[in-house]
């Protein structure tokens, strides 16, 4: 089992920054990929970006726009998801899920059924 824990969610102004974490405990080496979805209120939950732990796959959604960087600390068992140039549109809970075995498929990787375990979620909340 992995357990996943998500923080640094908070309410910013449109225009800042946040760096959300993911930390990964239980069996962390067990896992493949970690991704972090979004849903807005009265939306469906949506994929944001993924990484695999050994980097050889990073995938961002069109509508990051360079504004998102994912990255990771394998020694943490860590993901980081750092947003600048925040908007009203990404307000929403973001959630951290992680994949145990490997993918094949691009259309996986944005998936979330594709993925194993997720987390509690943390609230962005981006006012203009």
């Known amino acids: 089992q992995v357990q996943l824990a998500e923080s640094g969610g908070a309410w910013v102004q449109a225009g800042d920054s946040l760096r959300l974490s993911c930390v990964a405990s239980g069996r962390p080496s067990s896992t493949y990929a970690m991704g972090w979805f979004r849903q807005a209120p009265g939306k469906e939950r949506e994929f944001v970006a993924t990484?695999?732990?050994?980097?050889?796959?990073?995938y961002y959604s069109n509508f990051v726009e360079g504004r998102f960087t994912l990255s990771k600390d394998n020694a943490k068992n860590t993901v980081y998801l750092q947003m600048d140039s925040l908007k009203s549109e990404d307000t929403a809970v973001y959630f951290c899920?992680?994949?145990?075995?490997?993918?094949?498929?691009?259309?996986?990787?944005?998936?979330?059924?594709?993925?194993?375990?997720w987390g509690q979620g943390t609230q962005v909340t981006v006012s203009s």
């Open positions: 990484i695999t732990w050994s980097g050889s796959r990073l």
């Open positions: 899920a992680a994949r145990s075995s490997s993918l094949y498929y691009l259309s996986d990787y944005y998936s979330q059924g594709r993925y194993d375990y």
